[in-house]
C-alpha cells in the first residue's frame, strides 16, 4: 500500500517537474551571456560556437560528456606572469628567507644576485642558474611543509605593479570559460610548465579545479619513515619538465585522454595545441595574446611585440595558429576587463 | 508574467519532490547489501562501518565529498594474477606474434624460452629478463597503436585455467566495494604495478574506472611528427615505476590527496597501505589474501600459505597488517562469490 502511495506520489513529482520544463523551455528568454567580460568578436564567438558544437546530440560533432577535456596553460594564460613568473619570485622570496642559514650564499652565485636585488643580473640567468635557486628553495623538506610554505606565501606575497595578490591577478574572462565549459559538461585541466605542487595548493579555490586536475612540472620525491611514519621527501632533481613537448607527453599521462580544447599563451603550449588539433572532430586551440601594456603587459616578440623572454610568442607560432585557424585571443580587443576587482 | 508562472509551476514541483521524499524516508525499508557477494563477518563490517562514519555529517569523522578518494591495486586484488600476471601473458603472446620479424630470438634468451613454452625457464626470469621482454613488445609504436593492440588482444586471449577473457576474471565482491564507494561519493583510482597505458584501455568498460583515474608504471614516451601529425612514440626506457614506494609517490604524483581507502594484497601495496594509513581520521586499510585452492589460488607465502613468487604477501606484511588494524580479507571466508559468471 506504502509502495503504491509512494509511486503515485512520484509519479505526480515527475509529471509536474515535466511540464514546468516544458513551459520553460517554450518560454525560455535567450541564456544570460556566459562570458560577459569577453567584447563581441571571433575569440569570443569561437568558444561559444565550439561549446555548441560539441553539446549538440543531434549534430556530428557532438562529444560524450566523458570525453570532453579542457586544458589550461596557467601562467600567461590564467594569471599575470610578468615581470616574472609567480613560482620564480617565490623562488627568490625563498632565497632571502633561507640566507640566514646559507652564509656563504652572500659570495656564491647565483644566490648573490639574489640577495643583492640584482634584477639586471638575475634577468641574465641561465636555465641551470634557476635550477640551481629551485633545488635550494623547492626540496630539503617533505611534500606536507612545502604545501604549507606555499599556502602561507600565496597568502601575504603581493605583485609589485598591481599590488595585489597573486591569486587576485588571474584573468576574470578565463574564469568565466572555465566556468562556462565546465556548466556544458568538461573537465577542466591545469596543464603548467610551473611545478605541480606548486599550483595544487591554491587550484580549487582560484581556479575550481582539483588538485587531481592539475597537470604540472615535478620534482623526484622520497618515500621514507620519520618517527615511524611515512613522509616523501622532496629531492632536489627533476623529474618532469611539463612544458614544450613534455606538455603533450604530460596530458597522456596524467589524463589519457585528448582535450577537446586548450588555451596557452606562448611558445611552451605549441604541442598542447598541436596535440589536440590532431584529434577528430570539433577542437578548439585558443592563444593568448599579451597585446595591452596599459591594462597589463604587451610581449611577444611576434607582431612586433616587445620579446621580453618571459612567456615568449613568437612570430612563428602566431604564423603556425593562422595558418592551422587557431584563435588568438587579443587582451586588448577581446577583454573587457581583465581582473575582478576591476569591476 | 511567464517569469510567476514558471516560478509557480517549479514551487509546487519541488514542495511535491520534498513531500515524496518525506513519505519515502518514513517508511523507508532497510536499504538492500551493498555487498551481496561478502559474507558477513569482519572484512564486510570494516568497509560498511568505515562507509557510515566518513559520511555521517554529523559525525567527527565526516569526510568532504571533494576528499574522498579510494585506491585500488590491480592483479590479485581486482582480477585474477595467477599463475602469471596477465600483462606478462600479454607480453608472451606478443614474443610469438612478433618472432618471424625476428629470427634471431630463436636462439636468443630470454625470447629463446619463451617462444619453446618453456614455462619452467620463464619462472627463473630476472627483472632484466622481463625488462627486455617489456621493451621488445611494449614499445616502438604510438600510443594509440598500443591502445589498439591491447584492446584486440583484451577480446580474445583466455585464461588458461577458468577459460574466460581475463577481464571476465574480476573479482565481484570488489565490483561492489567500488560501486558502494562510488554511490557514498568516493571517486576510486586504480594504481596498479602493471603498465598505466595497459589498463586505461578497458578501465572504464571493466571497473567504471576512466582512463584518468589509472595510475600505473609507465615507459618514456617521445613526441614526433608523421606525416605532419603529432605522436607519442613508446620508447623503450622505463619512466616510473608504480610499485612499493612508488605507490605513495605515485599517488601524491597522480593524484595529489591521501587516500582514504586503499585496498591491495600484495608486499607491492605495502607502502600505499602505510601512506592511507597516515593520514587523520577513519582510514580503511584492505589486503586481500588469497587462501581459497578450490575457488582460485592459494599464495602467501604469509600464513604457510605456498610462496608463488607472483603477488608475494609476506607474513610480516601480514604482521604489520594485524599489528597496526589493518583488515585482511580472506577470499575464502569472506567471498561468497568469487566472478559474476558464477553466480
Known amino acids: 500500500m506504502m509502495k503504491s502511495i509512494l509511486t503515485v506520489c512520484r509519479v505526480a513529482a515527475a509529471a509536474l517537474g515535466l511540464l514546468c520544463a516544458l513551459v520553460s523551455s517554450v518560454y525560455a528568454q535567450p541564456t544570460t551571456d556566459p562570458l560577459p567580460s569577453w567584447n563581441d568578436g571571433p575569440a569570443k564567438q569561437a568558444i561559444i560556437s565550439f561549446v555548441k558544437e560539441v553539446t549538440d546530440k543531434s549534430g ?67 636555465e641551470s642558474d634557476w635550477e640551481v635557486v629551485l633545488a635550494a628553495t623547492h626540496a630539503g623538506m617533505t611534500t606536507e611543509t612545502f604545501v604549507e610554505i606555499v599556502k602561507q606565501w600565496m597568502a601575504t606575497a603581493k605583485d609589485p605593479r598591481f599590488q595585489r595578490l597573486h591569486t587576485e591577478l588571474v584573468y576574470q574572462p578565463m574564469l568565466e570559460v572555465m566556468d562556462y565549459l565546465r556548466t556544458s559538461g568538461f573537465k577542466t585541466y591545469i596543464v603548467t610548465g610551473g611545478g605541480q605542487e606548486f599550483v595544487r595548493p591554491y587550484s580549487r579555490r582560484v581556479y575550481g579545479i582539483p588538485p587531481e586536475q592539475v597537470v604540472g612540472s615535478s620534482i623526484l620525491t622520497r618515500y621514507e619513515y620519520r618517527d615511524g611514519k611515512p613522509v616523501l621527501l622532496r629531492e632536489p632533481k627533476v623529474f618532469f619538465i611539463d612544458n614544450n613537448a613534455g606538455k603533450a ?8 585522454k585528448r ?85
Chains 1, 2 share one sequence.
Do not use: C
Request: avoid cysteine; aromatic fraction near 14%.
Open 249 to 256: 607527453i604530460g596530458i597522456n599521462l596524467f589524463i589519457g
Open 60 to 126: 556530428a560533432k557532438y562529444v560524450e560528456p566523458e570525453d570532453r577535456i579542457a586544458t589550461f596553460d596557467q601562467d600567461g594564460t590564467l594569471w599575470v606572469e610578468h615581470p616574472l613568473y609567480t613560482q620564480a619570485e617565490f623562488a627568490l622570496d625563498r632565497v632571502h628567507e633561507l640566507a640566514p642559514q646559507h652564509p656563504e650564499w652572500k659570495q656564491q652565485e647565483p644566490f648573490k644576485a639574489v640577495l643583492a636585488n640584482d634584477r639586471e643580473a638575475m634577468a641574465k640567468f641561465s
Open 259 to 343: 582535450p577537446y580544447a586548450a588555451f596557452g599563451n606562448s611558445t611552451g603550449d605549441q604541442q598542447m595545441e598541436e596535440w589536440t588539433a590532431a584529434g577528430k572532430g570539433a577542437r578548439l586551440m585558443m592563444l593568448v595574446l599579451h597585446d595591452d601594456a596599459t591594462r597589463e603587459y604587451a610581449y611577444g616578440p611576434a607582431e612586433g611585440l616587445p620579446d621580453t623572454k618571459v612567456g615568449t610568442f613568437t612570430q612563428a607560432l602566431y604564423d603556425e595558429a593562422k595558418t592551422r585557424g587557431w584563435n588568438v585571443i587579443s587582451m586588448k580587443r577581446d577583454w573587457k576587463h581583465f581582473f575582478a576587482f576591476e569591476k
